[in-house]
Structure formats: structure tokens, C-alpha cells
């Protein structure tokens, strides 16, 4: 189905255009879990380095 999703051959980092409004990306954008672990209930999901 078109727009639904794309699988590629090679698993490598590819820019997306977000569809949120740029002030809602520019305020949730450093709430990613995965940045500070500490506290944080879903470190088992997060490859420990």
C-alpha cells in the first residue's frame, strides 16, 4: 500500500519529515526515553552500552 511504509535492502539512518508542527517537534524532541536512563521504567528496551 502506498504511503503505509517502505522496506529497504540495506538498515541504515534516513531522515523523516515529521508531521507535527515545528514548535510541537521542537518541544517533545528531548523526551526521548532513551536519552536519560535513569528513573526510567523501559531501560530494559534500550541497548546498554
Not at 8 to 14: A, D, G, I, L, S
Not at 15 to 34: C, G, H, K, Q, V
Request: aromatic share 10%; charged share 30%.
Amino acid at each position: 500500500m502506498r504511503g503505509l511504509h517502505k522496506v529497504h535492502k540495506k538498515v541504515e539512518p534516513r531522515p523523516r519529515e515529521t508531521i507535527l508542527p515545528p514548535d510541537l517537534f521542537e518541544r517533545y524532541s528531548n523526551m526521548a526515553f532513551w536519552r536519560d536512563l535513569q528513573n526510567c521504567k523501559a531501560y530494559r528496551l534500550v541497548q546498554q552500552q
